[in-house]
């Protein structure tokens, strides 16, 4: 009998050829400047981990206490009683944290993103999207089965106005059940792939100018941009004025998890409506007792949030002496761009063969074509782990031909 999934077990064989294949290692240490991977201690390039927070000592000990305490799980979902002490005083502290009226605590970033989205809106109403926006927005815009979708070319402002005013020209009409059209506009803050921040002043200036709603997912902005790492919209000096602030957890702070931000009113409606805050269940005892201890880390100090950008400008100005290409990062986040994917996963094995651990990102994460190296230096490197790096990278950059 022939088996109606075979045809996706002939896909693997054609992601091999096409050098789009994900070779997923193992990790068997904690994550730090190094890292065991397939059990050879390796230099880490590509952890999200900017300020070294997921095996910080401080949080770990927190973990501990609070496992005494309360044990490992919450029981049920939010709504019932699976709402801990613990998650109500981690939500105040990321609202002061960011300074928002009040957060919302989720499971992960991805799921603060369908959060967000699917809870304000419906198929009827209006989204618009940055091209380059991550795939979490571009799947909670799709679970939420709006069918105004409208597309900027990516950071580009003359297009966000020109959508925005056709956006607003379908506004005009009601929606089925008689209510008015939301817009709204949504952005990365920092993107991802590339390491560039979103024009975000203009963005909530066009916005407002044509009554559209602005949300901003702060995943790779938090920990990383602002004072103290307070994230993008500390950075521009917007508070209050972005209407939907989404985070991760899961990267500069360490663990895992998602927050949402916003007005009081708001947060109050998400936490009632939302349909992951309703029907999964949150966070456990150690992953919001780690968070809290994070969260209390960086208000006290911004030492972690400089070192990693002064890790970040070590690299960078490394890499372009060398003479590779680093793309037009704004932040930490350092693309090495290599093009072909076959050459980005060459060169990733050639470095892992010398100790060194940098993923090749290729489509569909960025376009065919555009294949990269991203490379992510932390508060836990120092000078001379980055002088490793940089040193492989020359010596295979010669070996396959990317420098002369
Ligand atoms: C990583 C990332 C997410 C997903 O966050 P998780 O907590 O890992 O689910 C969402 N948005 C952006 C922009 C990201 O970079």
């Known amino acids: 009998m022939v088996d109606p999934l075979d045809k996706f077990y002939k896909v693997i064989e054609d992601m091999k050829a096409k050098g789009l294949y994900n070779n997923i290692r193992t990790i068997s240490s904690p994550q730090g400047a190094y890292l065991v991977a397939n059990g050879k201690k390796v230099l880490n390039l590509c952890s999200n981990n900017y300020l070294g927070l997921a095996a910080n000592e401080r949080l770990v000990a927190a973990v501990k206490k609070a496992v005494d305490e309360h044990g490992v799980g919450t029981g049920a979902v939010r709504t019932l009683s699976g709402t801990i002490d613990l998650h109500i005083k981690l ?11 009040a957060a919302l605590l989720v499971q992960s970033g991805y799921i603060a993103n369908i959060v967000a989205i699917q809870t304000i809106m419906d198929k009827d109403d209006i989204v618009i999207s940055d091209a380059l926006n991550h795939a979490s927005i571009i799947d909670a815009i799709r679970v939420t089965g709006i069918k105004n979708k409208f597309i900027y070319k990516h950071a580009d402002m003359g297009e966000l106005e020109a959508r925005l005013k056709e956006a607003k020209k379908l506004a005009e009409g009601k929606k089925e059940d008689g209510s008015d059209r939301l817009i709204l506009v949504v952005t990365d803050g920092v993107f991802s792939m590339d390491g560039d921040i979103a024009p975000l002043p203009e963005i909530v200036k066009l916005a407002k100018q044509y009554g559209a709603v602005t949300m901003v997912d702060d995943a790779h902005g938090e920990g990383v941009l602002g004072d103290h790492g307070r994230g993008i919209v500390d950075h521009f000096h917007l508070h209050g004025q972005v209407d939907v602030e989404v985070g991760t957890l899961s990267k500069a702070f360490g663990v895992i998890g998602g927050v949402v931000a916003g007005k009081k009113e708001l947060v109050e409606y998400y936490r009632q409506k939302a349909r992951p805050f309703l029907f999964s269940t949150g966070l456990t005892v150690a992953d919001t007792a780690a968070l809290r201890e994070g969260v209390k880390i960086l208000m006290e100090s911004d030492e972690l949030v400089k070192k990693v950008w002064e890790n970040a400008k070590y690299l960078k100005d490394g890499f372009t002496k060398l003479g590779f290409d680093t793309g037009k990062s704004e932040t930490p986040i350092t693309p090495v761009m ?3 994917e076959n050459l980005a996963k060459d060169f990733s094995v050639k470095l892992f063969e010398q100790g060194v651990y940098a993923t090749p990102i290729k489509f569909p994460m ?5 294949a990269r190296l991203r490379i992510m230096p932390s508060a836990s490197h120092e000078k001379a782990d980055l002088d490793v790096g940089l040193k492989a990278f020359e010596e295979v950059g010669r070996e396959l031909g990317v420098l002369k």
């Open 91 to 101: 939500e105040e502290e990321l609202a002061v944290f960011k300074k928002a009226e």
């Open 338 to 340: 290599l093009g072909d």
């Open 366 to 370: 960025v376009p065919l074509g555009k």
